[in-house]
């Protein structure tokens, strides 16, 4: 059970230090917040006196009785009763099942509360019940949680909470329109309309709105506030139309539902045997209800069809006193649903898509100026009640990494002074195309022919010698057909290096051949496809960016970063990522091994779990066959591990731990008794709100995306070892960093040679010649994933646990 985080390891001398960074200062979105009591002017204490500041909690009933899911519905009687409540008990918050005030309520006026006659919401009298829960003292170090190294400070820090609570109540008394349960709030006069004009005389619409987002974060210097842009692009097409249009496939898709709070669901099934009219039996009553009579009680809706088949969400949820993870089914009316996100057809629309983003993009100055309009908004409305939020506290320290030497082929360095690199130079490993495969179809065969002399020249540029292929054509694009032409050339002949596919190819070819030769029942050869399209405009271009993928895929080594001063030689860096789509209810994790000392060669393999595993005995062995991979390859044992982990939510800190930490370390055990490196585990997450910005020595310049190699990792921070790092050059749109979370450490490692090592390694990625969000291993590991669960749907053959066959 992990009782504590690891805290934050020693740094480098000034010095040092020096060598490899330079010190400079961000503005940020996070701005510094303070709970104070304010002082009558006739008190006798001296001036300057802190008063203790103490909270008090009821929970909160209503007669009669409101749906737990109709947040709404309660707080529209709280907007209802706000005022006649105030006048009782003065100044409150209110968070949808508790109260909180800074007084201490007497019998008399909890009585008075429920007394209150006039609470008339939809033709329906209420009224409110008040019992004390707790109460608090805001300053104290208790309520506050301040030893920030615990897996769980936040679920224990009450301030937070509280001021959480303060700040929703205002954006609803302001009529913002909350939509989702992550403090996302939408000014209703922002909403529009985007007419979509589709290509065959149709039109579709969507409704856009702009809004903003906050959290209240305990750091290791004070509270913070974080506010951030944020906006919603909701499709007005029901799922009810969704279905007629398309056959009534609808499983997997996503819906949302405006009458209780905008709830997403994730759809797992289409349930054709129920319709509004079947019955239930509703717990709250005890009676057998049918869905359409639910939703006209608790929501007001009428529903058209009676006979329209229902969606069905499994929805996981852990029994209050157990903590076993349960899952329960919600049934939900097509009609009272809206689709989510855009369809590939409206994404292809360019005016669409123009319009969507002027909504969706704003420039670092206008994202900046936002969460500073913002800022001043909700200080403005908490200014009297003790709450002070300072506007100018956004200044915080940063350093910059510098940029880590590239080496090319024939000692050559590539030019990393803007980050981002041309490969003008020859590969680290002498390459030859030869022996290798390419099919098309008949019609293609003048374009074959010069992309395969394009082909050729462009890889001169690397050194990459490209002999003529074995060439297959055939008249059309059947997947069994050729499938089984190359079948019997395989039982005939050796193996090709690898499979090139040139063609506008149709329905399922893509997957079906990429099955067919990556699979594990497959031929276990690399392979690529190339559209004709994509080599009309920069042939050369493209062609180049071809060869280099297709090497890269055969595992040779393209270009070297280089490796910081004090990481042993014998360290193995590990990436695991989870793919967003589920392979047979199964998730797929991807996890990728660096088996060489200079981190240019991989092990990949895939981990299928169902949600409830909880030994995970293929992590385990996967981590031990690339334990032994990399002894194969370097006559040594890797004496430093470190691991990068997708970051699945705050809540995962304590399940990554009991789960995948301990798996990882049995695969030590079973690779050899008593054999036990050095780790480290970083939790990584790219979903984050806090933004870095880099303004000018001139008032009048405007604020920047933060350069690559900047680190955040004070003042906003943790006690226990995180850091922010924005890693890629971002030229277009807001840089978001990547927050790392270190759950296990027991390396020798200093702060800035893991901040060095992580950053250097987003330079590894050979599919981009500059530096990506996350290390190298992190980003094979989410294509692998990708791939599996979207093209390959099976495990890959084990020829090609050491090619990178999934870029």
Same mark, same amino acid.
């Given at each position: ?10 740094? %480098? ?11 400079? #200062?961000?503005?940020?979105?996070? =701005?510094? /917040? ?93 009224? $409110? ?41 205002? /954006? ?16 209703? +006069?922002?909403? %529009? ?20 987002? =906050? ?36 499983? !997997? ?9 905008? @709830? ?9 045997? @129920? %319709? ?23 929501? !007001? ?29 919600? =049934? ?8 989510? !996100? ?8 360019? @005016? ?14 206008? *994202? ?27 200044? $915080? ?7 880590? *030497? ?56 690397? !050194? ?84 280099? @993928? ?21 360290? /193995?860096? $590990? ?86 930490? +301990? ?17 480290? =585990? ?67 490692? #200093? ?26 291993? /992190? ?29």
């Amino acid at each position: 059970m992990l009782q504590q985080l690891p805290k934050r390891p020693a740094k %480098s001398t000034a010095v040092e230090l020096s060598k490899i960074c330079k010190n400079i #200062k961000l503005l940020t979105n996070m =701005f510094a /917040m303070q709970v104070e009591a304010p002082q009558s002017s006739d008190s006798d204490e001296p001036q300057g006196c802190v008063y203790k500041v103490v909270c008090y909690q009821y929970d909160v009933e209503f007669a009669p009785s409101i749906a737990e899911d109709n947040r709404n519905l309660r707080y529209k009687i709280f907007k209802e009763a706000r005022r006649s409540i105030e006048q009782i008990i003065g100044k409150f918050s209110f968070s949808g099942k508790s109260l909180f005030t800074m007084r201490n309520l007497s019998n008399d006026k909890i009585n008075k509360v429920k007394g209150i006659d006039s609470i008339n919401v939809d033709g329906q009298k209420y009224s $409110i019940l008040l019992r004390y829960t707790k109460s608090f003292e805001v300053n104290q170090e208790s309520a506050q949680n301040l030893d920030k190294t615990t897996a769980n400070y936040k679920k224990g820090n009450q301030v937070t909470q509280l001021l959480n609570i303060i700040l929703k109540s205002i /954006m609803r008394d302001e009529n913002f329109l909350e939509i989702g349960k992550n403090s996302k709030f939408f000014e209703l +006069k922002t909403k %529009s309309d985007i007419i979509i004009n589709s290509r065959n005389g149709g039109n579709s619409t969507l409704e856009a709105y702009k809004g903003f987002t =906050f959290n209240v974060t305990p750091t290791q210097d004070r509270t913070y506030l974080m506010i951030d842009y944020c906006s919603r692009i909701i499709r007005k097409e029901t799922a009810y139309e969704y279905l007629k249009a398309n056959n009534n496939q609808i499983a !997997g898709l996503s819906v949302i539902t405006k009458y209780n709070n905008y @709830q997403t669901y994730l759809i797992d099934r289409l349930d054709l045997q @129920q %319709s509004p009219s079947s019955t239930f039996l509703y717990n709250k009553t005890n009676t057998k209800i049918t869905y359409a009579q639910y939703y006209k009680e608790r929501y !007001g809706l009428q529903v058209k069809d009676m006979k329209q088949p229902l969606l069905v969400h499994k929805r996981k949820y852990r029994e209050a006193n157990t903590n076993v993870q349960k899952i329960e089914e919600v =049934f939900l009316i097509p009609e009272l649903c809206n689709m989510t !996100g855009m369809t590939d057809e409206q994404r292809g629309n360019f @005016q669409a898509m123009k319009d969507v983003a002027n909504h969706t993009k704003l420039t670092p100055q206008q *994202r900046y100026q936002n969460s500073v309009q913002n800022c001043r908004f909700l200080s403005s409305k908490t200014n009297s009640s003790g709450i002070k939020i300072d506007e100018k506290s956004n200044v $915080i320290d940063a350093v910059q990494l510098r940029c880590p *030497r590239i080496t090319l082929g024939g000692n050559k360095t590539a030019n990393t002074d803007r980050t981002n690199f041309d490969m003008k130079g020859p590969t680290l490993d002498k390459i030859e195309f030869k022996d290798w495969t390419l099919i098309y179809n008949q019609r293609d065969e003048k374009d074959v022919d010069q992309f395969v002399e394009t082909l050729r020249k462009a890889s001169q540029t690397y !050194g990459i010698t490209v002999n003529d292929p074995f060439f297959f054509s055939q008249r059309d694009w059947n997947a069994k057909n050729w499938i089984k032409t190359l079948d019997d050339d395989f039982s005939k002949n050796d193996l090709p290096q690898f499979v090139l596919t040139f063609g506008q190819v149709q329905g399922g070819f893509y997957s079906e051949m990429k099955k067919f030769l990556t699979s594990q029942e497959g031929a276990g050869i690399e392979s690529q496809h190339v559209v004709p399209r994509s080599l009309q405009k920069n042939g050369m271009s493209v062609a180049s960016k071809i060869a280099l @993928q297709i090497a890269s895929k055969l595992g040779r080594r393209i270009w070297q970063v280089e490796t910081p001063a004090g990481i042993d030689k014998n360290t /193995m860096i $590990i990436g695991i990522e989870t793919s967003m789509k589920k392979l047979k209810n199964q998730q797929v994790i991807g996890v990728v091994a660096s088996i060489n000392q200079d981190f240019t060669k991989y092990f990949s393999d895939v981990d299928v779990r169902k949600d409830n595993d909880t030994a995970l005995p293929t992590l385990s062995k996967i981590v031990t066959k690339a334990i032994e991979a990399y002894v194969k390859n370097t006559k040594n044992v890797p004496s430093e591990v470190i691991v990068y982990r997708q970051g699945l939510g705050e809540g995962q800190i304590q399940q990554s731990f009991n789960l995948e930490i +301990k798996a990882i370390q049995n695969g030590f055990k079973n690779f050899k008794a008593g054999f036990n490196p050095r780790m480290a =585990f970083f939790q990584v997450n790219r979903k984050i709100g806090q933004k870095f910005y880099q303004s000018s020595s001139s008032d009048k310049a405007e604020v920047q995306n933060p350069a690559s190699g900047t680190i955040v990792a004070s003042q906003v921070v943790q006690n226990n070892f995180e850091f922010f790092m924005a890693a890629q050059n971002c030229n277009s749109g807001v840089c978001t960093p990547t927050k790392y979370t270190c759950l296990y450490n027991d390396t020798n490692l #200093k702060e800035d040679q893991i901040w060095q090592l992580t950053y250097y390694q987003t330079f590894n990625y050979y599919n981009w010649q500059g530096p990506v969000r996350v290390p190298a291993a /992190m980003k094979y590991a989410e294509k692998l994933a990708k791939f599996v669960s979207d093209t390959l749907q099976d495990a890959s053959n084990e020829n090609l646990t050491n090619s990178l066959f999934y870029l």
